[in-house]
């Protein structure tokens, strides 16, 4: 099983419509999660932290962590094009020093 | 957020030459950076873990004498291709740790092609 799983997609979805992208993790001591956007030949930019159980919202995106089932979401409402990249999901692994694990990426389409 | 530099933004070279990429922490000091490495639609990779004044840490394969990292100053990094070949053509990505979080905060990314 890998340390942190993303499907990679593409995820279709019409411009205006929620997205929905999900991340599982192995290791049930990870307490800092993250979800990074990429566009296409450009380097990750961070967009979310979460840090504790439920919902953190701003604007547009929502994360969502449950520890217990060990899966934490990314929500984008009213989806726009510009929304069209590739989402990162990234998690601190114990025995991992200072370093993130990432995952494989949900490449993410926002149709008109 | 943070801002993070990296120079070169893109970089070519002839096959047995060095090149180094620089990584700068623009708005606070960085005691630990990152450097990733990504081949076109793969995965980021991470190579290894930067910190000021002391060694860096690679990950298991990346080769310690091909790719020299140096990080002498809270704000900045460097990442020294010796002796590139065509294979070491990749997108090199650097990342400032901020604090004691595990945030990472990217740079621009340099893209390197070895001839």
């Known amino acids: 099983q890998k340390e942190v799983e993303q499907n990679s997609g593409p995820l279709s979805v019409p411009e205006g419509a929620i997205a929905s992208l999900n991340c599982t993790y192995s290791?049930?001591?990870?307490?800092?999660f993250f979800w990074y956007r990429q566009y296409s030949g450009k380097s990750p930019e961070l967009i979310m932290s979460?840090?504790?159980?439920g919902d953190k919202e701003d604007g547009r995106f929502t994360a969502q962590l449950n520890k217990a089932s060990q899966y934490v979401s990314l929500l984008i409402r009213d989806s726009q094009p510009s929304d069209s990249a590739t989402y990162l999901c990234a998690v601190n692994i114990q025995g991992g020093g200072n370093k993130l694990t990432f995952g494989t990426g949900t490449q993410l389409k926002v149709e008109l | 957020g943070a801002v993070v530099s990296q120079h070169p933004s893109r970089v070519i070279c002839k096959s047995g030459t060095s090149v180094k990429i620089e990584c700068r922490s623009l708005d606070f000091q960085a005691t630990t950076m990152f450097w990733y490495r990504q081949f076109p639609k793969q995965s980021l990779m991470l190579m290894a873990t930067s910190n000021e004044g002391s060694k860096a840490t690679y990950e298991q394969g990346v080769e310690k004498d091909k790719f020299l990292i140096n990080h002498a100053s809270l704000t900045l990094s460097t990442l020294t291709v010796t002796s590139a070949h065509p294979e070491d053509s990749s997108f090199y990505i650097c990342?400032?740790?901020?604090?004691?979080?595990?945030?990472?905060?990217f740079g621009p990314g340099t893209r390197l092609t070895v001839t």
């Open positions: 979460i840090y504790s159980n």
């Open positions: 990342s400032v740790r901020r604090g004691q979080t595990y945030e990472q905060y």
């Open positions: 290791d049930r001591g990870s307490q800092s």
